[in-house]
């Protein structure tokens, strides 16, 4: 049977998964401390997606009036009792709704939206916050609010992926903890940023990249590690801002290459926002300059 799109992850993520979102300790943190510098006493704010109303919750508690958005009633039912324990149910209005057609009766101060995924796939954030910005502009006038996260940084990174489990070689596409050394993975370059994604701004619906990275480390290239930082919000009077890294997306290629110290990589790629990884993975490309040209040298 054909998997319906409303099953599909970015529409209704299993609600275990959210359970275990609360007990990530970096994200909740970064969540918390960016929605409390921005949600003040008699703010609006509406939470796309809302999940188990942990972010509406860090809102509410600051004072700000809440519209929590949820599609999958399972949640709605979750975030209703846990709102309620926390002594914040008067202050947050529980609507089951599709976050991409809500439209808050009033002008509101933040949109607050985590459907992040690694590499903006899957998940739909990019797809909903387009639609709230369409749909918001029709039906009021003055400015957008404000967003968190206020953008997403995306990168590349050419690695050295131990894929042997229990002497089971098996390239797959593997998810890494964010700011995390790992034996199995040696890094072979500097990462490089190749998409900025900044939420009031025009939102791309693919995305695509053309370059070169640098090889400073021998080594036997095998993946292309993508790091997701989402900027949730900038502290100019501080001069700094709140950041937060979905998980590190390690994407084996193909074919292994070896690569020396200066070697350059010539990388392109194409893909749909909050699409499949396999696209991803299938559009990926990479050739070593060095062994393309000891290739040719060679026949």
Same mark, same amino acid.
């Given at each position: 049977?054909?998997e319906?799109p409303e099953?599909?992850?970015?529409q209704?993520i299993?609600?275990?998964?959210? @359970?275990?979102?609360l007990?990530?300790r970096?994200r909740?943190?970064?969540? $918390?401390?960016?929605?409390?510098?921005v949600?003040?006493?008699?703010s609006?704010?509406?939470?796309?997606?809302?999940?188990?109303?942990?972010?509406?919750?860090?809102a509410?508690?600051?004072g700000a009036?809440? *519209?929590?958005?949820?599609r999958?009633? $399972?949640?709605v039912?979750?975030? %209703?009792?846990?709102?309620?324990l926390?002594?914040? /149910?008067?202050r947050?209005?529980?609507? %089951?709704?599709d976050?991409a057609?809500?439209?808050?009766? $009033?002008?509101?101060?933040?949109?607050?939206?985590?459907? #992040?995924?690694s590499?903006?796939?899957?998940?739909?954030?990019?797809?909903?916050?387009?639609?709230?910005?369409?749909n =918001?502009? %029709?039906?009021?006038?003055g400015?957008?609010p404000?967003?968190?996260p206020?953008?997403? #940084?995306?990168?590349?990174q050419?690695?050295?992926?131990?894929?042997e489990?229990?002497? @089971?070689?098996?390239?797959?596409?593997?998810?890494q903890?964010?700011?995390?050394?790992?034996?199995?993975? $040696?890094?072979?370059?500097?990462?490089?940023?190749?998409?900025?994604?900044?939420?009031?701004?025009?939102?791309p619906?693919?995305i695509?990249w %053309?370059?070169q990275?640098?090889?400073?480390?021998?080594?036997?290239?095998?993946a292309i590690r993508?790091?997701?930082?989402?900027v949730?919000?900038i #502290?100019?009077?501080?001069?700094?801002?709140i950041? *937060?890294?979905?998980q =590190?997306?390690?994407v084996?290629?193909e074919?292994?290459i070896e690569v020396h110290?200066?070697?350059?990589?010539?990388?392109?790629?194409?893909?749909?926002?909050?699409?499949? #990884?396999?696209?991803?993975?299938?559009q990926?490309?990479?050739? /070593?300059?060095?062994?393309f040209?000891?290739?040719h040298?060679?026949?």
């Amino acid at each position: 049977m054909t998997e319906q799109p409303e099953n599909q992850l970015g529409q209704f993520i299993p609600v275990h998964y959210h @359970y275990d979102m609360l007990r990530d300790r970096y994200r909740m943190s970064a969540f $918390e401390e960016a929605i409390s510098e921005v949600a003040k006493v008699g703010s609006r704010v509406v939470d796309l997606g809302g999940g188990t109303g942990v972010l509406s919750f860090f809102a509410a508690r600051r004072g700000a009036k809440v *519209w929590y958005v949820e599609r999958n009633p $399972e949640l709605v039912e979750v975030a %209703r009792r846990f709102l309620e324990l926390n002594d914040v /149910s008067k202050r947050v209005t529980i609507i %089951r709704s599709d976050a991409a057609t809500f439209v808050p009766p $009033e002008p509101v101060d933040v949109v607050v939206c985590e459907m #992040l995924h690694s590499a903006l796939v899957r998940e739909k954030q990019v797809q909903v916050i387009d639609a709230f910005k369409r749909n =918001y502009r %029709r039906a009021h006038a003055g400015p957008l609010p404000s967003f968190i996260p206020e953008a997403s #940084l995306l990168a590349i990174q050419p690695v050295q992926q131990d894929y042997e489990f229990s002497g @089971y070689y098996a390239p797959v596409p593997l998810f890494q903890a964010p700011v995390a050394s790992l034996a199995e993975t $040696e890094a072979l370059g500097e990462p490089i940023v190749y998409q900025t994604v900044i939420y009031d701004q025009a939102l791309p619906d693919k995305i695509g990249w %053309r370059g070169q990275l640098q090889i400073d480390q021998k080594g036997i290239l095998n993946a292309i590690r993508f790091v997701t930082k989402n900027v949730l919000t900038i #502290l100019p009077d501080e001069n700094r801002d709140i950041p *937060w890294h979905n998980q =590190y997306l390690v994407v084996p290629l193909e074919q292994p290459i070896e690569v020396h110290v200066g070697d350059q990589l010539d990388i392109q790629f194409r893909y749909s926002v909050g699409g499949s #990884l396999a696209e991803l993975q299938s559009q990926l490309q990479v050739t /070593s300059r060095r062994s393309f040209l000891k290739l040719h040298a060679a026949a």
